[in-house]
């Protein structure tokens, strides 16, 4: 993959010109930040396009030492040039390739926090117990990357686990890791309850949404009904005695968000409007890449909440991405979440992959 000289050298003097303009005396304090961000986003590139200006050079110029056309040169010399030509070609298409993968266009959303939801499908309280059980797995890797998970709401099952979940997790490059996990999920195991040992297949269905800023998406009050009326439970001391739960229904869209779990009317409110908002915007991405139908095809997956992407096989302690027909026979330590990150890289890695493929050619 070829990356031209001019295009590297248009990298690297951006980056020095950002840099040299944020060292301005009369840089306002706006500008700094738009420079920092700008600064932030093209390093990485510099410095991966440095490294392959870097490569080409010492190629170049071992190519002539070893070609004997200097006056000095020996057989000694020679050689010497040749070994480490071996070696730079060894390492150029490396350095070209994570280039490349720098040079790719992101996705906006890869750097915001997402918005997780598991919801229990097929399988009555087998799936409940199981979205329990990836609700775990998604809390556990979490901790593992210094990610933040809040729960939003939850709707607890009484044999355990949830008929449905709400969490959203804070930290750098959640939507990025997390993307590629919605869709629905599969589990072949013996439940608790079958006295005949018969293995059961229960489903339960992933959504992870990139998190706005409230910038982001506008919502006017006149879009929206708001309905307050007095939440239900299963008893006991946490069941509110005032009307404080939540309906918000965003009129436009025919979007409907409930929120229920905090004692205070304002807090619920509060939830449900970051529901909503991670919700249309989510819609808005879902339109635009709908309209550029090629990239949207380079994906790992389309993003379809009802396309099933794994199996989590217990019988034979295996878990399989159908997507890119990666199959682990470590389940245990996937769903404690230890071995979630080599799916999730594997994911990621074969979308970098499709999208460098669909390039025709850089430069």
Known sequence: ??????RIAQIEARRDEVQASMTRADLAPEEFVRLSKEYAEIEPVARAAHEVRRLRQELQALEYMAGGDGADADAAMREMAQEEMQLIKSQLPGAERALALQLLPRDAADARPAMLEIRAGTGGDEAALFAGDLFRMYQRYADAQGWKMEM????????????????????????AKLKFESGVHRVQRVPVTESGGRIHTSAATVAVLPEPEEVDVQIADSDLKI???RASGAGGQHVNTTDSAVRITHLPSGIVVTQQDERSQHKNKAKAMQVLRARLYEAERERTQSEQA???????????RSERIRTYNFPQGRVTDH??????????????GAGLAEIIDALIAEDEAARLAQLDGIG
């Open 227 to 229: 309905d307050i009326y």
């Open 1 to 6: 993959m070829h990356i031209s000289a001019e």
């Open 152 to 175: 939003i709401s939850a709707n607890a099952a009484e044999v355990g686990g949830f008929k449905e979940v709400v969490a959203s997790i804070t930290g750098a490059g959640v939507f």
């Open 294 to 304: 090629g990239a949207r095809k380079a994906m790992v997956g389309s993003g379809d």
């Open 323 to 336: 997507r890119i027909n990666l199959t682990l026979h470590r389940l245990p330590e996937i769903l404690e």
